[in-house]
């Protein structure tokens, strides 16, 4: 049996350039973005950042993790083999809640995971980090943004938030939305107007982290540091801009089929080059060079990949980011 090698310095979690990132942090292609591994997992990924955050436990069992994985696995980069550790930390946080995630009865994976389940393990996390012991319970509340009580929950948030503790964030809407139907209500409408009444449908979660523990200054009134797990950002957001903001409205009938046009023959106009009495300001231009940017989990699976398919060449490669060029064409250099 082989012994795993220890890991120092232990992995540690930080915001850094608007991304919240995790490793060791004492060399390149050590620490890698923490996102959801998959489109189901957004709910455990902002537990985990939680954990990594708070909990010296949890950062310690990552590294243990890391130490096995580094072992058991083949030579490469460090960052490739966290991110199969966080990976299966994400799938265990979500088996485990869904367990019993409504009530007693298991909670389909493809649903991701309930809040309730969610509000069960932040309370977990808090009792690990409260100052002298104390327990602080998370529980769910609906509230609309665009709602009276909104401005007292955000002032509540950021409470909890300047004493020290995160807060989950869950956003949803109705099954659908209502319209407006004109006419005698028929049992179809009645029902429609029955499920945009139901509470929101949970879609997305995020973290809102306490500034102080990401290193950062208060963001003032109103705002608060999100993190993202999709993408890995971690952002100040002005969350009461939610209440300012126009609610989503349904369709109208009048939106939903084509407004008839007359057509007549005429020339076409290119408005890149050509200007008309009714243009102001017009500037000619053209597209030089377009370049996809294109994420992926394994950097040299992909190159080996795309030059197989389309016959391009490596023309640039940092180990963490790499341009393919078809043959004999090199790209121009970004300002």
């Known amino acids: 049996m082989t ?3 220890p890991v120092e310095p232990a992995i540690v979690a930080r915001a850094v350039n608007s991304r919240l990132r995790v490793g060791r942090l004492t060399q390149a292609g050590q620490a890698i973005t923490l996102t959801q591994t998959d489109a189901t997992t957004c709910g455990p990924t902002c537990l985990l950042a939680a954990r990594l955050l708070l909990e010296p436990g949890e950062r310690a069992a990552v590294t243990g993790d890391l130490a096995q994985e580094m072992t058991a696995s083949p ?25 019993r995630g409504l009530g007693v009865l298991p909670w389909p994976k493809a649903l991701g995971s309930t809040p309730w389940s969610v ?16 327990r602080r319970r998370y529980t ?9 009580a909104w401005g007292s929950e ?18 949803g809407g109705p099954l659908v939305l209502d319209d407006v139907s ?12 029955s499920l945009a009444r139901t509470p929101a449908v949970p879609r997305h979660y995020v973290l809102a982290l306490p500034w102080r523990t990401v290193g950062q200054e208060d963001p003032g009134e109103g705002n608060a540091h999100i993190y993202e ?4 950002a971690v952002r100040p957001l002005d969350l009461t801009v939610l209440a300012r903001s126009a609610p989503p409205r349904p369709p109208r009938a009048r939106q939903l089929a084509p407004r008839p046009r007359r057509h007549r023959a005429r020339k076409k106009r290119n408005p890149l080059t050509e200007s008309t009495s009714r243009d102001v300001g017009v500037i000619s231009m053209s597209t030089r060079r377009a370049m996809p940017l294109i994420t ?13 398919l389309t016959g391009m060449e490596v023309v640039m490669n940092h180990g963490w980011i790499a341009t393919l060029s078809p043959p004999g064409i090199v790209p121009s250099k970004s300002a």
């Open 75 to 99: 030579p490469g980069r460090e960052g490739k083999q966290l991110v199969s550790v966080l990976s299966r930390q994400q799938l265990r946080l979500q088996r485990a809640m869904n367990v």
């Open 140 to 148: 769910v509340r609906w509230v609309s943004d665009h709602g009276p």
């Open 119 to 134: 509000a069960r393990q932040m309370t977990d996390i808090a009792s690990t980090c409260t100052p002298g012991g104390g």
């Open 296 to 308: 992926v989990r394994d950097l040299d699976a992909a190159i080996e990949a795309y030059r197989r």
């Open 154 to 171: 955000v002032a509540s948030i950021r409470e909890v938030l300047a004493g020290g503790l995160p807060v989950i964030l869950v956003t």
């Open 3 to 5: 012994t795993p090698r």
């Open 182 to 193: 004109e006419g005698e209500p028929t049992a179809r409408t009645r029902l429609r107007t």
């Open 229 to 232: 797990p999709s993408s890995g």
